[in-house]
């Protein structure tokens, strides 16, 4: 049974529109065909614009990182597997306490499926993972105004892409790659994908080209070296682009 209050108050229902979606609508939405498949596919982007503390991406992290564990065979495979996995969520929330929330209720979420498997494969905790989770869900989920595409400080929304590189000496190399939330949604109605305006559609985020990039340079964006997945955590910024 689903005890958790779906409003904080009647004012914030007023003004922002601020209901939240019960566990069970959560499921049936989640289970519709197209959607349900992406769930199931770690590399698939979800975008929830009105994440508030995370009802759908929650949700989807919990059946992604299920998903990673039944196509591990070490602990190792796992925390790649569910960092990839994690990597290709999103969330914008333009309400401080709720963003807090979001990123403390994935991180949870994270974490619970980590502890799980790291006593299903009897192996050891790595900081290091737990470092990378964080940093991947600090920077995907996002406090701003999904309408006007601006942070609380009126910047540009920046999303960063995990681009995951092929296997070298059996481990992923990530590369992080960021692009305005303007240039994103442009970019995808210029090419006819899923529209913003539909929670948990799955975006073709990230599929700018070579041109279009060019343009979107005047936006001050930071470059980051590659790195192993598990060094995220770690990730150095190269130099200003
Ligand atoms: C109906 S609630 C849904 C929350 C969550 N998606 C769920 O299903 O539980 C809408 C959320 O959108 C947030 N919100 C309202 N206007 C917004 C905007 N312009 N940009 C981003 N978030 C917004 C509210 O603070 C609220 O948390």
């Given at each position: 049974m689903d005890e958790k209050p779906?409003?904080?108050s009647k004012e914030r229902v007023r003004q922002h529109g601020e209901v939240f979606t019960p566990k069970w609508i959560v499921d049936k939405m989640l289970d519709q065909p197209g959607i349900k498949e992406a769930t199931e596919n770690l590399r698939a982007t979800f975008l929830e614009?009105?994440?508030?503390?995370?009802a759908f991406l929650v949700e989807i992290l919990n059946r992604r990182l299920n998903l990673a564990y039944q196509q591990s065979n070490s602990l190792r495979e796992y925390e790649e597997n569910a960092l990839i996995g994690l990597s290709t969520l999103y969330g914008i929330e333009l309400l401080e306490d709720n963003v807090e929330m979001l990123v403390m209720n994935l991180m949870s979420e994270f974490e619970m499926h980590y502890y799980d498997a790291i006593h299903k494969y009897s192996g050891n905790y790595s900081n290091k993972v737990f470092q990378s989770a964080k940093v991947i869900i600090s920077a995907n989920m996002v406090q701003g105004n999904a309408l006007t595409h601006l942070t609380q400080e009126n910047t540009p929304i920046i999303f960063s892409e995990w681009k995951i590189l092929p296997k070298k000496y059996g481990k992923h190399k990530v590369e992080r790659i960021e692009s305005t939330f303007e240039d994103i949604i442009e970019q995808n109605e210029s090419n006819g994908s899923?529209?913003?305006?539909?929670?948990?559609e799955q975006l073709d985020l990230f599929a700018l080209d070579e041109e279009q990039e060019e343009d979107t340079e005047e936006v001050p964006k930071l470059r980051y070296k590659v790195v192993d997945l598990l060094d995220i955590g770690q990730q150095i910024v190269e130099e200003i682009a």
């Open positions: 779906l409003m904080k614009p009105s994440a508030g503390e995370g899923a529209s913003t305006a539909h929670q948990d």
